[in-house]
């Protein structure tokens, strides 16, 4: 790939990230002066985005992210699915709690990948696609924790079913992902060594998805 295509594309993924971390919209004034770019540079990238339908402008001229991206999205779920499974698997054996994959998708939480370990009887009733508020339940407690900069675990009990307990951490060094690992369970949890295990699973979910 030739230098400047290369710069070209990597302003976009760059204006493409900006776009996804903003909730309001930019002015492409706003994003030139983030981008550290030109205007008509700026406007040339999201010339392009809109046609391809991976950015989109409100009625007062903010720019938003297409929902081009959406297409990305649902392709990208499976091949999370598939990689945090292995994972999961061990975490809810050495748990003995069901074991899952959250990842954040507006002010939600949405379970794209759940283990129940195979050797207890009881287990919580939650499900691949299972959503929930980001501010009830461990798992997204924890992606709001790193959203203001704590990478630790976070627990919680009852919040989305009564006599349920949870533990869970988000999954740092992935701009691109906001998710969180963590169990669940009726039975006893030892939160800080519950802690320690979704701690594990979450570092080693990342260090997968980095390769």
């Given amino acids: 790939m030739a230098a400047e295509q290369a710069q070209t594309l990597e302003r976009g993924l760059r204006l493409l990230r900006v776009l996804a ?14 981008l550290g770019l030109s205007r008509p540079v700026v406007y040339r990238l ?8 991976f950015a989109r402008r409100d009625a007062e001229g903010r720019v ?21 499974l292995p994972a999961l ?10 074991a899952h ?6 002010g ?6 759940v283990v129940e370990p195979s050797w207890t009887d009881l287990h919580v009733a939650y ?15 924890a992606i709001l924790a790193r959203r203001a900069g704590d990478e630790g675990f976070q627990a919680s009990a009852g919040q989305l079913q009564e006599g349920a307990r949870g533990v869970a951490a988000p999954i740092s060094g992935l ?17 800080a060594a519950a802690g320690e295990l979704v701690v594990g699973a979450a570092r080693e979910l990342a260090d997968a998805l980095s390769r």
């Fill in 21 to 34: 971390e903003g909730q309001r919209g930019h002015t492409p004034t706003e994003l030139a002066a983030e």
């Fill in 175 to 191: 701009p691109w992902l906001e998710a969180s690992v963590g169990v669940i369970t009726f039975g006893q949890l030892d939160v």
């Fill in 46 to 53: 999201l010339t392009t985005l809109q046609q391809e339908g």
């Fill in 89 to 98: 698997r061990r975490l809810a054996e050495r748990a003995g709690a069901t």
């Fill in 108 to 113: 939600d939480g949405l379970a794209i990948a």
């Fill in 64 to 84: 938003h992210l297409g929902f081009g991206v959406l297409v990305l999205a649902q392709a990208v779920q499976p091949l999370l699915r598939a990689a945090a």
């Fill in 127 to 141: 499900r691949e696609g299972s959503r929930h508020p980001l501010s009830k339940g461990a798992a997204g407690l």
């Fill in 101 to 106: 994959l959250t990842v954040a998708e507006g």
